[in-house]
């Protein structure tokens, strides 16, 4: 009997099994059961070297806390969110923070780690400045000379950007959330570039024109028949759509679901559509029905 692996491409990427490699593939072919014993040897590398980088980091934080956590909680939230990318940007994910919040020298990295990580490390810790206005200004404009196999870090940047602001919805930290809301624009032209990790972008962006309150990202319509609806998310859970009825929010039916999607638009459904609001066009009409938005 023979075993055959599964090995396919996305344009550039190349996944072996669920593990990324560079190896450009033009289509499907299958690996003989010969080369099992081979990729299975490379993923537990690839596994060794991930966790020495989240030992040699949680070492190097020591008692350092994010919020009221250990330090670590964030580092794995940020490995988590970069790991989709690769063993590199996983990597360089839990070391994000070591040379710019430890006393880690970027030559301590590099001995252990690499010369690519290290420069991307670099990449990702702030500059020096008289004050974080300062500093994310000279940080900025460094990454946005970045390219090449480099842009591995601006990975790296998004997820961690994303795993603070989900981090503060949870913890309904409207003070920082907000800093980051503003700083928004400057950040994402600096950090962004086209076609990388655009699931990440797409998340951070959808925060940033969301509401929050209670731990929830919160989003608002308003359609003819049902008028105001509204929907609240986590990034683990979507919650079903809200109606005013008598005064109260419940559950709407399935034709909310199709007003807010765009199937109200089918001809077979009930031919309901929905204009999306802003925040402040959501308060207003709340403000008509007597009820607040996140009663």
Avoid at 193 to 205: T, V
Avoid at 255 to 260: E, G, P, S
Wanted: proline share 3%; glycine share 6%.
């Amino acid at each position: 009997m023979r075993f055959w692996q599964r090995r396919v491409s996305f344009g550039a990427r190349t996944e072996i099994n669920g593990l990324e490699s560079n190896a450009p593939v033009a289509k499907m072919n299958r690996v003989p059961a010969s080369n099992q014993v081979t990729t299975l040897y490379a993923f537990n590398m690839n596994q060794q070297k991930i966790e020495k980088a989240r030992k040699f980091a949680i070492d190097a934080h020591g008692d350092q806390k994010y919020g009221e956590l250990p330090y670590h909680v964030h580092l794995d939230a940020v490995a988590e969110i970069a790991g989709k990318y690769g063993e590199a940007a996983q990597i360089i994910a839990y070391l994000h923070d070591v040379a710019e919040d430890t006393p880690v020298q970027l030559n301590d990295i590099e001995s252990k780690f690499g010369k690519f990580v290290a420069e991307c490390v670099a990449i990702l810790s702030d500059e020096p400045g008289e004050n974080r206005k300062d500093r994310k200004r000279k940080t900025y404009s460094k990454m946005a000379n970045v390219s090449g196999e480099l842009e591995t870090a601006l990975i790296v940047k998004a997820a961690d950007r994303l795993a603070n602001m989900r981090a503060c919805v949870s913890d309904n930290n409207h003070e920082l959330l907000k800093m980051y809301k503003e700083e928004h624009e400057v950040f994402e032209k600096s950090v962004r570039r086209k076609s990388l990790c655009e699931n990440i972008w797409y998340e951070i962006n959808k925060m940033v024109r969301l509401a929050q309150h209670n731990g929830y990202n919160y989003e608002f319509w308003e359609s003819p028949g049902f008028g105001l609806i509204r929907q609240k998310s986590t990034f683990k859970e979507l919650h079903n759509p809200e109606i005013i009825v008598n005064g109260k929010w419940i559950t709407g039916n399935p034709y909310v679901v199709d007003a807010i999607t765009g199937m109200g638009e089918d001809p077979w459904s009930c031919g309901e559509i929905s204009n999306e609001l802003s925040v402040e066009e959501a308060e207003k009409l709340a403000g008509v029905n007597k009820i607040g938005l996140y009663e």
